[in-house]
């Protein structure tokens, strides 16, 4: 199987790009220099070029705050990137694996159950509305998709548009001794990039399309996050939780937004391990 990976130097897309190469696979990694998915004809002449019996795009404006006042940049990437994506794969006949994130959900302030794949969404950003676009587009065009919804996302390569992720940040803090304040009211499931890019590989294996929440499992605010981090990291700084109301960012985030992984065990495959392992596995093999 030739495969097509789009935002291959990103965060998620350089697991993928090493994971999907050291067991032999014929992928062909695609930087935004090689392809940008709001180019329709020049999409198609690069995808025509590689000739891939799957594309995986990795490409998103995932700046939450920035989302609120560039809509049309978040939505050009999001949706339309999408949409050119989706016309290809039509062409082509082949099927698009996407990711998609906990954010299209939140509009319920009350929930604190997990959300599965048959939840209504409701985003409470325009981040989160531009990516359930594009989750819209993909399943008006496509029969033949891996739609992933994943969480809280860090991986060794680090977020290239937050130019980090939020493990370093945190330990980038401590280690310059700053007062850290972290937000203890949303909460989540923090979700290593290396587990995400393992279970992926095993759903492409199944050729069972569909719509799927993929993250580590358990929960916890963005503040029991970074205490962990800390403990793990053999840090202790100067940390505090403060609400969001305090904090004031930009964009409205989910108060809850753990996702269940239903699906995939539906599949009968196995559930990601707790997020406290996955970041112990991290914080481990931290160069
Ligand atoms: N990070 C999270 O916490 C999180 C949580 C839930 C879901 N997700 C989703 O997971 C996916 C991967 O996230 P990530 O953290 O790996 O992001 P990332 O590190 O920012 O990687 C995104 C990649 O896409 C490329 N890209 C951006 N715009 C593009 C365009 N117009 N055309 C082609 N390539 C473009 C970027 O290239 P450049 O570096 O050159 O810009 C980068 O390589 C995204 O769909 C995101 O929405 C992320």
Known sequence: MKIALIGSNGQLGTDIMKYFEDRGEDIAGLTQDDIDVCYQDKCETVLANIKPDLIINTAAFHQVDLCEDEVEPSFAVNAGGVKNLCKICQEFDIPLMHFSTDFVFGADSERRIPYDEDDCPGPVSLYGISKLAGEYIIKYMLKKYYLIRACGLYGHAGSMVKGSNF?????????????????????LTPTSTKDLTEKLYELIYTGKYG?????????????????????????????????????????????????DNKNLRALGLKDLRPWKEALKDYIDSRP
């Open 211 to 259: 719509l799927y929440h993929m993250t580590n499992t358990g929960e916890c605010s963005w503040y029991d996050f970074a205490l962990e981090i800390f403990k793990l990291a053999e840090l202790s700084p100067d940390i505090s939780p403060i609400t969001s109301a305090e904090l004031a960012a930009k964009a409205k985030r989910p108060a809850y937004s753990v996702l």
């Open 167 to 187: 493990v370093e940040l945190m330990i980038k803090l401590a280690e310059e001794g700053k007062e850290i304040k972290v937000v203890n009211d949303q909460v």
